[in-house]
C-alpha cells in the first residue's frame, strides 16, 4: 500500500532573496521528498537564448527556442544539476549575465506556458516533492496539498542577496547594483505573475525574523502535519 505521504505536493513561491530555494531545498531533503527549482528553469531557457544568440526581443524566436530547449533538471535536493543538451549549466545560469535577461524569457507568454506544461510532468512523475518558484501555488499546482507564500522584508531579502552574491563571487557588492537586481527583477517577475499576495488557501510564511532553521522547520511543520492528519 502506498504510503499517506507518497502524493504529497508542496507548493511555495516567494520573491528574490525571500530564501525560498535554500528553505526548500532543506526541507525537502530532510523530508526525503524530491525538488523541484522552478526559475532554475527559466534560467536555463535564459541561457539557452544567449547560446543560440537568439533575440530576446523576438517572442516568437524565444519561443521557438524554449520549445526545443534541450533541458534536463534534477530533483534531488542534495544534488541540483541542470543541464542544456551536454552542457552542464548549473553554475553558469546563476550568473549575473543570466539574472539580468531572465525576466524576458519568465515574461515570454508561450515560453512561459511551456515551461510550465514542463514543470507539471516533473511535479506528476514525481508526487512527493517540494516545488518553487513565483506561480506554483496559483497556476502549475494549485491543487498542491500544502501552499505557502514565503515572504521577507524588502531589507531582510536585500540584506541575504548581498551575503549570497558575495560568497558566491568572493566580492562585495555595491548597494545599487543588488537593489537593481533584487527590487527591479521583482517589479519585472510580477508583470507575469503575483507573488506578493497569497491567493486564497495560500499560507504567508514571513521569513524577516526568522533563522534558516526556524524557516525550515515552519515549512515542514505543515507538512508534518497533513501527513500526521492522513
Ligand atoms: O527564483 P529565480 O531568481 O531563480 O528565478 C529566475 C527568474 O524566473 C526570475 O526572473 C523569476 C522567474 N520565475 C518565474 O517567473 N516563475 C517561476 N515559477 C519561477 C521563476
Not at 171 to 200: G, I, P, W, Y
Request: with cysteine.
Amino acid at each position: 500500500m502506498a504510503e499517506p505521504h507518497s502524493r504529497m505536493i508542496i507548493a511555495v513561491d516567494g520573491p528574490s532573496g525571500s530564501g525560498k530555494s535554500s528553505v526548500c531545498r532543506a526541507a525537502a531533503a530532510q523530508l526525503g521528498a524530491d525538488y523541484l527549482d522552478t526559475g532554475a528553469m527559466y534560467r536555463a531557457a535564459a541561457w539557452y537564448c544567449l547560446d543560440q544568440q537568439v533575440d530576446l526581443d523576438d517572442e516568437t524566436a524565444v519561443a521557438v527556442a524554449v520549445e526545443e530547449l534541450p533541458l534536463h533538471i534534477s530533483t534531488d535536493p542534495e544534488h541540483q544539476t541542470i543541464t542544456v543538451g551536454q552542457a552542464d549549466v548549473t553554475s553558469a545560469i546563476r550568473e549575473p549575465r543570466i539574472s539580468e535577461v531572465v525576466s524576458q524569457v519568465a515574461t515570454n507568454r508561450p515560453a512561459r506556458s511551456l515551461l510550465i506544461d514542463a514543470q507539471r510532468r516533473i511535479i506528476d512523475d514525481s508526487g512527493f516533492i517540494v516545488a518553487e518558484g513565483r506561480d506554483i501555488t496559483t497556476v502549475v499546482a494549485p491543487d498542491a496539498q500544502v501552499r505557502v507564500l514565503l515572504t521577507a522584508s524588502a531589507e531582510a531579502r536585500l540584506r541575504r542577496r548581498g551575503l549570497q552574491l558575495s560568497v558566491e563571487s568572493g566580492a562585495e557588492q555595491d548597494e545599487a547594483a543588488l537593489k537593481r537586481q533584487v527590487l527591479e527583477r521583482d517589479r519585472k517577475d510580477s508583470a507575469a505573475s503575483n507573488f506578493t499576495e497569497a491567493a486564497d488557501g495560500v499560507a504567508v510564511l514571513d521569513s524577516s525574523e526568522l533563522t534558516f532553521e526556524e524557516t525550515v522547520d515552519s515549512l515542514i511543520g505543515r507538512v508534518e502535519a497533513l501527513q500526521e492528519a492522513a
